[in-house]
Antibody, heavy 118, light 106 residues
């Protein structure tokens, strides 16, 4: 059974940093593109970034370019996103997502809440 | 970025009804469209990809159609477990973008 589990969310002040992690199981993690997608009640669902199976390609939404860095460690079946210079508008539930095909998110983790507030 | 709109924003229907939502893209996205179902407190679930392909394990009561800029999602016979919010997402252009959702009540 496919399983994704995010961790690392929490409360951080504006300008601060946070690293989210995601561990995958039940599938060959190293064969899949992986994404982060975030959601707020106000803005809805927003794709944040994705990374190719070997970690050599990454794509980001413009609003996080230069502030977020996505990475993966296939030896640990793990996905990461390092978030820096956090803004209030980065507050959201962050989902770790597997892509079955390019940009087709076929499996989502339960999400982790990031709150950016002073 | 490609903007996605959905209508209606909310819909109330009865068990057994045939229900249809629509999704419109601000530019031609061919058939690069996904449909998701999200229940309260849960992550979205992929229902349909490539506009009309049913994801494995998803009930055949769900179907999708369309291409270019106009798309439709249909539930052939509404069931109580279908209460949820439904989102479309385009993946023809980076960044992939989601519609604002249609909230379905019974």
């Amino acid at each position: 059974e496919v399983h994704l589990a995010e961790s690392g969310g929490g409360l951080v002040q504006p300008g601060g940093s946070l690293r989210l992690s995601c561990v995958g199981s039940g599938f060959t993690f190293s064969s899949y593109w992986m994404s982060w997608v975030r959601q707020t009640p106000e803005k809805g669902l927003e794709w944040v970034a994705n990374i190719n199976p070997d970690g050599s390609e990454r794509y980001y939404v413009d609003s996080v370019k230069g502030r977020f860095t996505m990475s993966r460690d296939n030896t640990k079946n793990s996905l990461y996103v390092r978030m820096s210079s956090l803004r209030v508008e980065d507050t959201a539930v962050y989902y770790c997502v597997r892509e079955s095909l390019w940009l087709v998110p076929d499996f989502w983790g339960p999400g982790t809440l990031v709150s950016v507030s002073s | 970025d490609t903007q996605m709109t959905q209508s209606p924003s909310s819909l109330s229907a009865s068990i057994g009804d045939r229900v249809t939502f629509t999704c419109q893209a601000s530019q031609d996205i061919s058939n690069s469209l996904n449909w998701f179902q999200q229940k309260p407190g849960k992550a979205p679930k992929l229902l349909i990809f490539d506009a009309s392909n049913l994801e494995a394990g998803v009930t055949s009561r769900f179907s999708g159609s369309g291409s270019g800029t106009d798309f439709t999602f249909t539930i052939s016979s509404l069931q109580p477990e279908d209460v949820a919010t439904y989102y479309c997402q385009q993946y023809s252009n980076l960044p992939p973008t989601f519609g604002p959702g249609t909230k379905l009540d019974v």
